[in-house]
């Protein structure tokens, strides 16, 4: 079983850059791809970005390319994801997730999740 906990979610002004962190519960942390989706108003789920068990494999929506960094302290149980440039469309509640891949995490086939953290960037 692992828990996990979203933090860092505020609001900011467009062009500012934010770190949300997600720690998770469990020994069993290092053995699962973490992704990063969210959530705007009014749309679906999205995926945002992944990272592998070892940290050698990332990837990312088209979206936050080159804005967005995404790591994992498996010593931490921790799982980052460093935001900048942000902009209005940005905004939405931002989740941590667990997947047994990191395919499967990309295609929503997500463990577990975390209950999100909201971040706001107003223009």
């Known amino acids: 079983q692992v828990q996990l906990v979203e933090s860092g979610g505020r609001l900011v002004q467009s062009g500012d850059s934010l770190s949300l962190s997600c720690a998770a519960s469990g020994r069993s942390f290092s053995t699962y791809a973490m992704g990063w989706f969210r959530q705007a108003p009014g749309k679906e789920r999205e995926f945002v970005a992944g990272l592998s068990r070892s940290s050698a494999t990332t990837y990312y929506t088209d979206s936050v390319k080159g804005r967005f960094t995404i790591s994992r302290d498996n010593a931490k149980n921790t799982v980052y994801l460093q935001m900048s440039s942000l902009n209005p469309e940005d905004t939405a509640v931002y989740y941590c997730?667990?997947?047994?891949?990191?395919?499967?995490?990309?295609?929503?086939?997500?463990?577990?999740w975390g209950k999100g953290t909201l971040v706001t960037v107003s223009s």
């Open positions: 997730a667990a997947g047994t891949s990191l395919i499967a995490t990309m295609n929503h086939d997500v463990t577990y």
